[in-house]
């Protein structure tokens, strides 16, 4: 394993685990000392135990450093590796194997810490048929979010990217899409023209997350009805033992995603496991679509989704209206019916 492998894997791993991003940030930095560096002069400073003399290299990167060059897995890798394991009940094994791609990610395009490539080579490898990129809207400017001009830039990336995929043999594709912010009057942040552009659309409240119920609910509910919309996002917004759940009817939101075959998202972030156990069960009983969606921000991230296998498992969801359970065609065929 060389030292750019062993950070890499070890940036994947503290992502998995949620850790800091003050760590995450000096694994990167360490990576990127170690991609500008002759390898020569990497080794020799490892030898001779001056790589922290590079500014960037701290005592453990360079632990990291020095065991991946004699050939090792470095220690704090094996560590990392073990402790940031993601759970998959037995109950909800069925449902990961179920699933064929993801429909809710981020990339650097908006506030994702990984390039688009980077994150189709994890989908890849963790066994997925596709990705659906859904960089942020450009309403959210805290996550960076893509004005039209950036979207049509990103297609176009996506498309050239999709190429490459296909020319080094992978039947992986990336669906293009967009997490478009649902705005105060329930409109959402990108044009009609946009939107039907877009493979997958998933609609999420971002703002104003204390508004009143009945205000709330008409918000949700305009974006639901919006033939574009395929998918609500984190649908409460809370953040476990941060922020609480937003108030709406539950009643009228679950009914107008039937109504107009818009799925609830299982989001699997584990600051947020989005909606509360009580939600999924409402949802189930009107006759919801789901999808169970990683809201990946980084590689390790795309691991998060059996936290919501093991949810759907507990609470019974029925496979058959878990829509990333379908192939790529069948997904398009689904949204574009909406």
Known sequence: MSPEAALLRVVHCLDRALASPYKTRAFVRALDVVRTTDPVELAERARDQRLTDLDGIGDATAGVITEALAGVVPSYLQKIEADSQIELTDDGAPYRAALRGDCHLHSTWSDGGAEIEAMAATAIDIGHEYMVLTDHSARLTVAHGLDEARLADQLVEIERINGEIAAAGHDFRILTGMEVDILLDGS???????????????????????????????????????????ILGHMTGRKIGKRPESTFD??????????????????????????????????????????????????????????????AAEREVPVERIVNTWSADELIGWASAG
């Open 250 to 311: 539950a009643d009228f939101v679950f009914a107008a995603c039937a109504q107009f075959d818009t799925a609830v998202e299982l989001n699997c972030r584990p600051e947020r496991l989005d909606p509360p156990r009580e939600l999924i069960d409402l949802a189930i009983d009107y006759g919801c679509w789901f999808s169970i969606d990683s809201d990946a921000h980084a590689t390790g991230q795309l691991e998060w989704q059996p936290l919501g296998c093991n949810r």
């Open 188 to 230: 959402l942040d990108l044009s009609d023209d946009m939107l039907g552009r877009l493979d997958v659309v998933v609609a999420s409240v971002h703002s104003k997350l204390r508004m009143e119920s009945k205000q709330m609910t008409e918000r949700m509910v305009m974006a639901i009805a919006n033939p574009h919309v395929d």
